[in-house]
């Protein structure tokens, strides 16, 4: 065998132990990135191209990885029996275990094939024009061929833009923002602070306030009346179980006392409760674990639950229960740290998925009840207030005040990305209906810097 042709199919069977180990690996947090990472076109062989453009399409919608759905998405792209027989081979010695464990070193080498192969080819040409053009045009071009082959077989390098389509859109008269991206995805279910809040796809929102401020109350009820609105809910809660959320839910939405729900239930239930609750149970789906578990496990489980339907909002409850990854274990990471890093995390979560992340968090002990929060009062404070897109900051105007009675609530919007801020509202608080109700005339003003009509050039 010749020494190309020892290459050639080193090279194939390379990608072939790639594309069988992402098959393995379908369901981790990673592929999706991994996949995105490499170009079809770094791939020799026909049907790996295929292929691997049969799982890029796959996972940017969200969907999972099976022989079906790549079989059916390959048909599409117009493969032919041989492609098909090979995808089949792939997904056969996936079963066998003939994969790899770790994706980045097989992308790294097909991707080095690919370099060398534009690169081989690119070497006669500039050879060529070595001799016959001035050296000013040899080295523009040398330079053109190895920019070229830096970001060969990565898409996301060359995935630049030239803002034609924004500023056309503008030119046009219409909003730079497509329409589903200028659509809130959380609907909090209070007229007032639905209207300013600015929870288009990406935003990561938090809900803080000290125990027994009804920050828990306020996500159900975000999540009752987001899904009653169509758009898609997972919630994940550490502190409740899928009972006793439940039984807040059915308060929330059916204004039913929830211990009546949870413990005594009902002779007999309105049918409008029932059409409800259907319409609940479609777009509203529990993520359930126990205090301790780690940011990286929820994360993966939101994006199970994303691919199985797509998601609009994933909400939290709470920050600082959960638990710390393997890693900061290891690295003994500070508390204030470890909170950094997952915020961090859930704002490109949201970015990625193009959903709302809604976190619940503590306030620190320097809050007293009574007193009103401000951002430097989130319990692992810092990496958070940079993070977050909206905050949401409640506390009880009262210094002393009875967990299960109705009681007053202030709500300050303190930040919100691109629209109004600071304005604080007065809430009327229902904890056995998980409730709340604005009091309209009791709501502060809220403040924005002023936007100019126009923009003149030279001003």
Same mark, same amino acid.
């Given at each position: 065998?010749?020494?190309? #042709?020892?290459?050639?199919? #080193? ?13 393995? !690996? ?5 592929? +999706? ?15 790996? *191209? ?32 041989? #492609? ?8 056969? %010695? ?28 690119? !070497? ?73 809040? &600015?929870? @288009? +796809?990406?935003?990561?929102? &938090? ?32 502190? !409740? ?15 039913? =006392? ?14 409008? %409760? ?28 939101i994006i199970r639950e994303h691919r199985r339907h797509p998601l609009s909002v994933a909400i939290v409850d709470y920050l600082q229960l959960l638990g710390e990854s393997p890693d900061a274990k290891r690295r003994n990471d500070s508390e204030a740290y470890?909170?950094? *890093?997952?915020? *961090? ?10 959903? @709302? ?6 306030? =620190? ?34 210094? =002393?005040?009875?967990?299960?009675a109705d009681r007053m609530v202030s709500c300050r919007v303190a930040k919100n990305r691109g629209g109004q801020r600071f304005g604080k509202f007065r809430l009327r608080f229902k904890p056995?209906? =998980? *409730? ?11 403040? !924005?810097?002023?936007? +100019?009509?126009?923009?003149? +050039?030279? %001003?």
């Amino acid at each position: 065998m010749s020494r190309a #042709d020892s290459a050639f199919q #080193d090279a194939i069977e390379v990608e072939a132990a790639l594309i069988v180990g992402v098959i393995e !690996m379908r369901a981790d947090l990673d592929t +999706p990135t991994h996949i995105s990472s490499l170009d079809p076109e770094a791939f020799m062989g026909r049907s790996h *191209q295929v292929i691997w453009r049969a799982f890029a399409a796959i996972t940017e919608g969200g969907g999972l990885i099976d022989a079906w759905a790549v079989g059916k998405v390959m048909r599409k792209l117009g493969a032919m029996d041989g #492609d098909l027989q090979a995808m089949e081979g792939l997904f056969a %010695d996936a079963a066998n275990g003939f994969g790899s464990s770790d994706l980045r070193p097989r992308i790294a080498k097909v991707a080095d094939s690919y370099k060398r192969r534009l690169l081989g080819k690119s !070497m006669s040409a500039l050879a060529e024009l070595a001799i016959t053009a001035d050296l000013g045009t040899v080295e523009a071009e040398f330079a053109e061929v190895a920019g070229q082959v830096a970001q060969a077989g990565n898409p996301r390098l060359r995935a630049s833009t030239d803002y034609a389509r924004q500023f056309e859109a503008y030119l046009s008269g219409a909003p730079i923002l497509s329409l589903e991206s200028r659509h809130n995805l959380t609907a909090i279910g209070l007229p007032g602070i639905d209207a300013v809040v &600015v929870a @288009n +796809p990406g935003r990561l929102i &938090v809900i803080g306030g000290l125990p027994s401020a009804g920050k828990t109350a306020l996500a159900i009820q975000a999540a009752v009346r987001t899904s009653l609105a169509g758009r898609r809910v997972a919630m994940g809660s550490l502190e !409740m179980d899928a009972e006793e959320i439940s039984a807040r839910i059915v308060a929330c939405a059916c204004g039913v =006392n929830s211990l009546v729900a949870l413990r005594h239930g009902r002779r007999s239930v309105p049918p409008e %409760d029932r059409a409800i609750l259907d319409a609940v149970r479609r777009n509203l789906v529990g993520l359930h674990g126990c205090a301790g578990d780690s940011w990286n496990s929820m994360e993966s489980a939101i994006i199970r639950e994303h691919r199985r339907h797509p998601l609009s909002v994933a909400i939290v409850d709470y920050l600082q229960l959960l638990g710390e990854s393997p890693d900061a274990k290891r690295r003994n990471d500070s508390e204030a740290y470890a909170i950094g *890093q997952i915020t *961090q995390s859930a704002k490109k979560l949201a970015q990625r998925l193009k959903i @709302n992340v809604l976190l619940l968090s503590q306030f =620190n002990r320097k809050v007293e009840e009574g007193q009103e929060p401000t951002l430097q009062n989130f319990l692992g404070s810092g990496q958070i207030e940079r993070d977050i897109d909206i905050a949401l900051l409640l506390w009880n105007t009262d210094k =002393n005040p009875e967990p299960a009675a109705d009681r007053m609530v202030s709500c300050r919007v303190a930040k919100n990305r691109g629209g109004q801020r600071f304005g604080k509202f007065r809430l009327r608080f229902k904890p056995a209906l =998980n *409730q709340f109700f604005e009091e309209p005339k009791e709501t502060d003003p809220f403040h !924005m810097d002023p936007v +100019p009509d126009a923009w003149v +050039p030279g %001003d």
